[in-house]
């Protein structure tokens, strides 16, 4: 079946400008996150969803950083007045619901949006 | 806070030969850890993964056993092919299963 998507699949834009990056999970997926990864950098946590729960927003680095799922869905990750360290490897990963076939804790991740910063 | 802390890369061997890449954990509580692969030009995708200590996880070859003892989850195989070249990340889930803390990659290259 399919696998988790992300669009663009890159992009390019200018200091201060203001991005939005998408992910479509893998359907039937409740849990959905959010991951950055820098040049010689791991991953870095962002945001996790979990079914209709408050999402867990603990790893956003600052407040231009947000993100929404909308119908438990589809996710968009939005970068406001972007800068140069925010350029990095978006990944966007999904889980099945807690309990299925014991594949709880494992995540479906998706190719990334390379974002550079001019 | 929860952390994984890998062994640096790059690492270059010969097929046939054995591999280790190191990982050790700090963690509160009992967390499960895992061995994320990414294939050139791939998404990340799950290798193995132990949720309790003493499991030993194992995939393709490749093997980890969860000590706790030694908060380790060392990543080995016997003897790796040209097709194991990738980059390897060693991570680890806290209890609530809510967050992920990923290491930062082992990049892996085996020459014929």
């Known amino acids: 079946g399919a696998g988790v998507s992300q669009s663009p699949s890159n992009k390019v834009t200018e200091k201060g400008k203001d991005v939005e990056l998408r992910c479509d999970p893998i359907?039937?997926?409740?849990?959905l996150y959010w991951y950055r990864q820098s040049l010689g950098q791991g991953l870095e946590f962002l945001i996790y969803?979990?079914?209709?729960?408050?999402?867990?927003k603990s790893g956003l680095p600052s407040d231009r950083f947000s993100a929404e799922r909308t119908g438990g869905s589809v996710s968009t990750l939005t970068i406001q007045r972007t800068q140069q360290e925010d350029s990095a490897v978006y990944l966007c990963a999904s889980s099945p619901p807690p309990g299925t076939s014991g594949l709880y804790e494992t995540q479906y991740f998706g190719p990334g949006t390379r974002l550079l910063v001019l | 806070g929860d952390s994984v802390t890998q062994m640096e890369g790059p690492v270059t061997l010969s097929e046939e030969a054995f591999l280790t890449i190191n990982c050790t954990y700090t963690?509160?509580?009992?967390?499960?850890l895992f061995w994320y692969v990414q294939y050139p030009g791939e998404g990340l995708q799950l290798l193995l993964k132990a949720t309790k200590a003493d499991d030993k996880g194992s995939n393709k070859g490749f093997e980890a056993t969860y000590r706790k003892e030694t908060t380790s989850f060392h990543l080995e195989k016997g003897s790796v092919q040209v097709s194991d070249s990738a980059v390897y990340f060693c991570a680890l889930s806290g209890e609530t299963g809510n967050q992920f803390y990923f290491g930062t990659g082992t990049s892996l290259t085996v020459i014929p």
């Open positions: 963690a509160t509580g009992y967390p499960s």
């Open positions: 359907s039937g997926h409740t849990a």
């Open positions: 969803f979990q079914g209709n729960s408050a999402p867990d």
